[in-house]
């Protein structure tokens, strides 16, 4: 029992950085021009090099911070080799932010090669401690959880949606710009187990669902065409006796269900199934990830996969995002959500760009002759099903 294999996500002994402009798009370079961009590539990663020098890391420009008016803000000084028209004083202005611990690139190809990648401690510590109010786990454990509309309590969740670097490589692995979240943002918080109750058995996430039981699963294998992605965010630090995910990590190749014999979710999802029959497959051929709290775990959603099994005193958290196509039907409606954002005090602190990612994730339209129209739900409809 409890014999997957740990596959270790180290802490990282140090981030990059991105340079964010005041509208939250940041300084991109590439190789001869400067400009401010919405996508998290390779262009947006720069260090520090020296005092009041930055070094753009893909491409090895170094860069000067001419300090500003406002506090913490600089423009930057190029070279004039790199572009003998650039002018520093139209240059807008940046902050540094915390960034990614390696090139989005290198993420990129593990995430081609494995059908899944980490992202270590890749949100900044505030937003992480953010999440962690929202949730009411670690430093806000015994606070009284809130669970409607994650995103409109804290700003920490809307910038977690909308971070950058793993959008980019989602959107990049599915091989479309246009995704969306396919159910609103939401925390996991697993308790300690006591032996006895429900727990959740293998499957592949929406919109294939099998082995859940669900309707709606897609009845075919996919091939190269990619529906789903989960975007895991570790908002406690990840282990296995803390109830990290269980994965069977490269099984999204298989393209087909996990198999019976492990225990699938449409079983475990009886009531009293468990007391019954114990726990579902916890052997060597499953692999367990365990990473710092602040990391980022995607994974293609036909890959094997279910919740471990906490076995401490201490809560373990985690936020989850399935992302899909814009051409896959939703898994829950995302609109009361973002209207409860728009009207959060959340909003007000998010920057133009995440206001902007976050409508376009959770925004669900269709295009008719008049126009573009959101998709929202029949409440009156709804109801009547209902009963």
């Given amino acids: 029992m409890f014999e997957e294999r740990e596959v270790v996500i180290d802490r990282p002994s140090r981030n990059f950085r991105l340079l964010e402009a005041m ?34 890391v893909a491409t090895g420009i170094i860069v000067k911070k001419i300090a500003s008016g406002s506090s913490n803000r600089f423009t930057l000084d190029l070279p004039s080799q790199s572009d003998p028209s650039s002018d520093s004083s139209q240059s807008p202005e940046f902050k ?15 995430l081609n090669n494995n059908g899944w990648v980490c992202l270590a401690c890749i949100l900044d510590p505030k937003t992480l401690e953010g999440l962690e109010l929202v949730a009411c786990t670690d430093r806000y454990e015994g606070r009284t959880r809130v669970r409607a509309h994650a995103i409109a309590q804290d700003v920490a969740v809307a910038r977690t949606v909308a971070e950058p670097i793993s ?14 979240l396919s159910h609103s943002p939401a925390m996991a918080v697993l308790t300690k187990d006591d032996g006895q109750r429900d727990v959740q058995g293998w499957h592949s996430d929406f919109p294939y669902h099998w082995g859940t039981g669900h309707i709606g699963q897609v009845p075919t294998p996919s091939g190269e065409t990619v529906l789903g992605v989960q975007r895991n965010v570790c908002v406690s630090d990840f282990c296995k006796e803390r109830g990290a995910t269980a994965f069977k990590l490269g099984s999204h190749s298989l393209d087909r269900p996990p198999p019976d014999e492990w225990g699938q979710a449409r079983r475990y999802a009886r009531r009293g199934y468990r007391s019954q029959q114990g726990l579902p497959y916890t052997g060597p051929e499953a692999d367990v990830v365990e990473a710092p709290g602040g990391s980022i775990i995607l994974y293609d959603s036909r890959t094997w996969h279910r919740a471990g099994v906490n076995r401490t005193e201490k809560p373990r958290s985690a936020m989850l995002q399935a992302m899909t196509p814009m051409y896959v039907f939703p898994k829950n409606d995302t609109s009361v959500a ?48 209902q009963a």
């Avoid at 300084?27 to 520090?48: F, N």
């Fill in 23 to 56: 509208d939250g798009s940041f300084a991109s370079y590439d190789g001869s021009q400067l400009k401010c961009t919405s996508e998290g590539d390779d262009s947006i990663v720069w260090d520090e090099h020296g005092e009041d020098e930055l070094i753009h």
């Fill in 96 to 110: 540094e932010t915390h960034g990614p611990a390696e090139l989005p690139s290198h993420y990129l190809e593990l």
């Fill in 167 to 180: 959008l980019w490589l989602i959107r990049q692995y599915m091989g479309i710009p246009d995704v969306r």
């Fill in 338 to 385: 973002f209207r409860a954002y728009r009207q959060s005090d959340a909003y007000a602190q998010s920057t133009k760009r995440e206001r902007l990612e976050i409508q376009r994730l959770m925004v669900h339209q269709f295009i008719g002759p008049g126009g573009e129209f959101a998709i929202g739900p029949d409440q009156e409809l709804t109801q009547s099903l």
